[in-house]
């Protein structure tokens, strides 16, 4: 009887084992950002004015002002995928509407991950002349002999 309770114990325990190891393998899904209802972006047309667009979507992730000869309304949808540790966006999603000066729609557009650009970022540093100095290593210096500036009165 002691046998077969240890028995199924360690069968217990190694099949907690296995679901756990699978749980951390699978993957989590998040979606972050603007959530369309589906068919909403179908609904917009041109001539339509701010408050039609936000009574079909809803608020803008962001706005912004182009050329000062309009507004541009924003939704941002992003996805990422996590498993284990490692975390990468698998989607995104922009929906861009842009207005007149009326605040009518002028044109609207969405756009994937695959139209995006990678942009390379320039790594290069702009050399500095002179010395970078803390206050700590200023301390230090005046702590060894040499002579403070002229509003000490090159005392110390």
Request: glycine share 10%; hydrophobic share 35%.
């Amino acid at each position: 009887m002691l046998n077969l309770n240890r028995r199924f114990a360690s069968t217990c325990l190694a099949a907690a084992g296995i679901a756990l190891f699978v749980a951390g393998c699978s993957p989590e899904v998040d979606h972050r950002g603007y959530v369309a209802k589906p068919g909403a972006f179908n609904q917009i047309s041109n001539g339509m004015t701010k408050m039609e667009v936000e009574g079909i979507l809803g608020s803008p992730s962001t706005t912004a002002s182009v050329q000062y000869k309009g507004d541009s309304y924003y939704y941002i949808t992003s996805t990422m995928t996590s498993k284990a540790f490692l975390t990468s966006e698998t989607d995104r999603q922009v929906i861009a509407i842009r207005f007149d000066e009326g605040g009518q729609v002028k044109s609207f557009a969405q756009y994937g991950l695959q139209d995006g650009r990678v942009i390379e970022v320039n790594g290069d540093r702009t050399p500095v002349y002179g010395e970078d100095t803390s206050i700590i290593s200023a301390l230090l210096r005046s702590s060894k002999g040499t002579q403070t500036g002229p509003m000490l009165g090159r005392k110390m």
